[in-house]
């Protein structure tokens, strides 16, 4: 089974920066892209980060400039670095990945969530 593991997530001041963590364990062939998405209270899921082969990045427009995705292909590891944080950045962060579990099918999987929290 297919396990997503985030870390990194935790209260930190405005204009401070934390680093996100996500490591993928289990039996599959291999992983296609990983990323991260946020949902902040009342609102719906929104796209931060993600990063598939050839480590082409997409990033959401809220924190272009800002965050930084990177990924360690060997670990299974995606990380995301969180730089200039706002309020407005405040909820739970979830690793995303698409994952080859055989040769002719990939499927999503998702991480339990991180909170991260920003303070005026």
């Known amino acids: 089974q297919v396990q997503l593991v985030e870390s990194g997530g935790g209260l930190v001041q405005a204009g401070g920066f934390l680093r996100l963590s996500c490591v993928a364990s289990?039996?599959?062939?291999?992983?296609?892209?990983m990323g991260w998405y946020r949902q902040a209270p009342g609102k719906q899921r929104e796209l931060v980060a993600t990063?598939?082969?050839?480590?082409?990045?997409n990033y959401g427009d809220s924190v272009k400039g800002r965050f930084t995705i990177s990924r360690d292909t060997a670990k299974n590891t995606v990380y995301l670095q969180v730089n200039s944080l706002k309020p407005e950045d405040t909820g739970v962060y979830y690793c995303?990945?698409?994952?080859?579990?055989?040769?002719?099918?990939?499927?999503?999987?998702w991480g339990q969530g991180t909170q991260v929290t920003v303070s005026s």
């Open positions: 995303w990945s698409s994952i080859k579990v055989s040769p002719l099918l990939s499927r999503p999987y």
């Open positions: 289990g039996k599959f062939f291999s992983i296609n892209a």
């Open positions: 990063m598939g082969g050839g480590d082409s990045a």
